[in-house]
């Protein structure tokens, strides 16, 4: 997209790098981001500027977007992240993984360490196209997720008709997830809001529901906070595996299927959670100045 300005042939070029910015659409698993690289220059992102950009009838359209920032103090890259609505998300796993390639790829590197408001999280690539995230501990305290009170997290007092009795913990951002019977016969997009904004989460939170195939394998939907329904979410899926082990539904690993596809997960015994899952780039493109103030 140019703006309607007369330039001569010879000044063509500098003009178009003058007033665009490059970007980036990536996706995990169809949880998609636009991605933007300040590294370089820093870029007067506002939160309305990136809600416009996210917006799938007007802007480009994601379920989060991503600024990469310069990395200090032993981190490649700072990741910076908002949702669709312009608010600021602490984690978003999928994410991770893509930002993680971009930066290996570009040092040729196998390992990277992608920095967020939450926390650093070591990266690396695997054979056959797949990286593996490691996403930091999972938090299980009740001020941790955060609740607005003191509630035993591994059964919350929340409920939606027969949807009820979650557990909750925190992966960089807050996490409930539901252990559900049957997947399909749960109206997510009817409920999802509600639980998204219920009293209990002070920051709001991402709500999973989780149906256990095996001791192996799960099913989740995720509506996501200030996103709604996505095709995955890896800190979502992280949060899944943490709780239904709680639980004693799974072991330490399993692979959880989202609408997108799969994702590996391990909660290892140190309490750090493992993610394994692929990337992709669906196009480039540039914006002009204007769409990020």
């Known amino acids: 997209m140019a703006w309607p300005v007369r330039v001569s042939p010879g000044w063509r070029a500098l003009y178009i790098r003058s007033v665009t910015i490059p970007f980036r659409k990536m996706h995990g698993l169809g949880n998609d981001f636009v991605v933007l ?3 370089a220059r820093p870029l007067p992102i506002t939160p309305s500027g990136a809600a416009a950009i996210a917006d799938r ?11 990469m920032e310069p990395g200090t103090d032993g981190a490649d890259v700072f990741m910076r992240i908002r949702n669709p609505d312009g608010s600021e998300a602490g984690a978003c796993g999928n994410a991770t993984r893509c930002i993680a390639s971009l930066v290996a790829d570009e040092a040729g590197a196998d390992r990277v360490v992608v920095r967020t408001i939450a926390g650093d999280l070591p990266v690396e690539r695997l054979p056959g196209g797949l990286w593996r995230a ?8 009740w001020r941790d997720v955060p609740l607005a009170r003191e509630v035993d997290t591994l059964h919350l007092p929340l409920a939606r008709g027969e949807v009820a009795d979650p557990a909750a913990c925190s992966m960089g951002n807050p996490h409930a997830t539901f252990f559900v019977p049957d997947l399909d016969r749960v109206p997510v997009a009817e409920i999802g ?3 998204e904004t219920d009293p209990i989460f002070p920051d709001r939170a991402n709500i999973g529901f989780a149906q256990i195939l095996s001791p192996e394998h799960m099913r989740l939907v995720i509506w996501e906070r200030g996103a709604g329904i996505t095709l995955a979410c890896g800190s979502g899926a992280c949060a899944a595996m943490v709780n239904a082990h709680r639980r004693g539904l799974t072991g330490r690993r399993a692979t959880i299927t989202m609408p997108g596809g799969d994702l590996f997960m391990e909660w290892r015994a140190d309490g750090h959670v493992l993610m394994t899952g692929p990337v992709a780039t669906a196009f480039t493109g540039t914006l002009p100045d204007s769409a990020v103030a």
Request: charged share 20%; glycine share 20%; net charge negative.
């Open 57 to 67: 009838h007007f802007g480009i359209g994601c379920d989060q977007f991503i600024v």
């Open 193 to 195: 809001p509600g639980l």
């Open 134 to 141: 490691d996403m930091g501990l999972a938090r299980l305290g």
């Open 37 to 39: 690289d300040a590294r």
